[in-house]
């Protein structure tokens, strides 16, 4: 069984930093991709970024200049460093794992999410 565990989130003024980690843990196949969503208050999950084991990150629009993912393949990790931070980044963040293993459809696991949130 896969296991993400998020940590980084806290309270931080607009225009500060946080970086959020993840780590995953279990039988995960090599070929995947990992990333983060958030959830605010009285709106749908979204994608922030994503970043597959070969790289190719992907950022939402909204983050774009702002945030950086990366991922350690070896240790299963993704990152989220998280500059300029916003009132609007204020949500739920949660950690993203989609495998792809040969024989079968794609499986998606969720960390239990950390918040950040963002407030003078």
């Known amino acids: 069984q896969v296991q993400l565990v998020e940590s980084g989130g806290g309270l931080v003024q607009p225009g500060g930093s946080l970086r959020l980690s993840c780590a995953a843990s279990?039988?995960?196949?090599?070929?995947?991709?990992m990333g983060w969503y958030r959830q605010a208050p009285g709106k749908q999950r979204e994608l922030v970024a994503t970043?597959?084991?070969?790289?190719?990150?992907n950022y939402a629009d909204s983050v774009k200049g702002r945030f950086t993912i990366s991922r350690d393949n070896a240790k299963n990790t993704v990152s989220l460093q998280m500059n300029s931070l916003k009132p609007e980044d204020t949500a739920v963040y949660y950690c993203?794992?989609?495998?792809?293993?040969?024989?079968?459809?794609?499986?998606?696991?969720w960390g239990q999410g950390t918040q950040v949130t963002v407030s003078s």
């Open positions: 993203n794992l989609k495998e792809y293993p040969p024989t079968h459809d794609a499986n998606d696991y």
């Open positions: 279990g039988s995960i196949f090599s070929i995947n991709v």
């Open positions: 970043i597959h084991s070969g790289s190719s990150p």
